[in-house]
């Protein structure tokens, strides 16, 4: 508590900054990374990329609710702000913004093994994990053991080994019985990019890049951000959450390919 305390107080304000930085932590800039990932830089590893994440958000998830541990402004309420606890989700340890931020980036850095790409993930996971601490919503041990399963995951996204991610994906959900609705999304995302064929080749030129990108980031998004058109009960269910994640998943992974077939020709 005493680091929380001394992050907090020394590296706190403008507290608005450090929000904006654990806000790369959010599902929206992790929907965008992969897709762009996927369609643009390397279609051949996105599965591998899907399978790691979506197994790591299990494991995250089923740690959390296992363990059952608080969090600093659980135990002082003066750490942290209302918008900063605002972005705080269940139990404490592990940190799910250090590791899913790790297993992403990371697991993109060791697939693309470029410098620039090393540089940019570690700059981007050292600071979102830093937030998490000077926001006074995680313990220095949370964000540790985030980071520690982060980068194993982020391994995990270098092969492609759907069966032990599948095992694995069900052991870590057995733990995930309190939560439904977290028990749905991980398994719908695992099980759309297990679906996913990825059989398209990246587009050439910075105009049909620039083309797919977008447009491909419409569609996906007025997928994720539609289902607020859907009863709030039901979209809060455990099976809303599911198909809301399942069909943005495919969207991105079937839909999109098919769309801007012209400029995402199969691979042969």
Not at 124 to 153: I, M, T, W
Not at 251 to 263: C, D, G, I, K, S
Request: glycine content about 10%.
């Amino acid at each position: 508590m005493n680091i929380v305390k001394t992050l907090h107080d020394t590296l706190g304000g403008p507290e608005s900054i450090w929000l904006l930085i654990t806000s790369l932590g959010r599902d929206e800039v992790f929907i965008i990374v992969i897709a762009l990932y996927a369609w643009l830089v390397n279609p051949r590893g996105a599965r591998a990329l899907g399978v790691a994440f979506a197994t790591s958000y299990l494991a995250n998830t089923g740690l959390k609710f296992a363990l059952d541990l608080p969090r600093p402004f659980h135990l002082d309420p003066s750490v942290a702000g209302r918008a900063a606890q605002a972005t705080a989700g269940g139990p404490g340890l592990p940190s799910g913004h250090a590791q899913m931020t790790a297993t992403l980036w990371l697991g993109m850095a060791a697939t693309l093994q470029r410098r620039g790409v090393w540089a940019l993930a570690i700059a981007l996971v050292v600071l979102v994990s830093l937030s998490r601490l000077v926001l006074g919503v995680h313990f220095p041990s949370d964000v540790v053991v985030g980071l520690l399963l982060g980068a194993a995951f982020a391994w995990v996204a270098t092969r492609d080994v759907p069966r032990l991610t599948w095992v694995g994906a069900f052991t870590f959900a057995l733990a995930l019985l309190p939560s439904l609705a977290a028990l749905a999304v991980g398994l719908s995302i695992l099980g759309a990019f297990l679906m996913s064929r990825f059989e398209y080749a990246a587009p050439r030129g910075a105009a049909s890049r620039l083309l797919v990108g977008l447009g491909g980031l419409l569609l996906v998004f007025a997928v994720y951000f539609g289902f607020r058109v859907v009863p709030e009960e039901l979209r809060h269910s455990g099976a809303g959450t599911a198909i809301r994640h399942f069909l943005t998943v495919l969207t991105a992974t079937e839909l999109v390919p098919l769309v801007f077939r012209r400029w995402m020709p199969t691979r042969a």
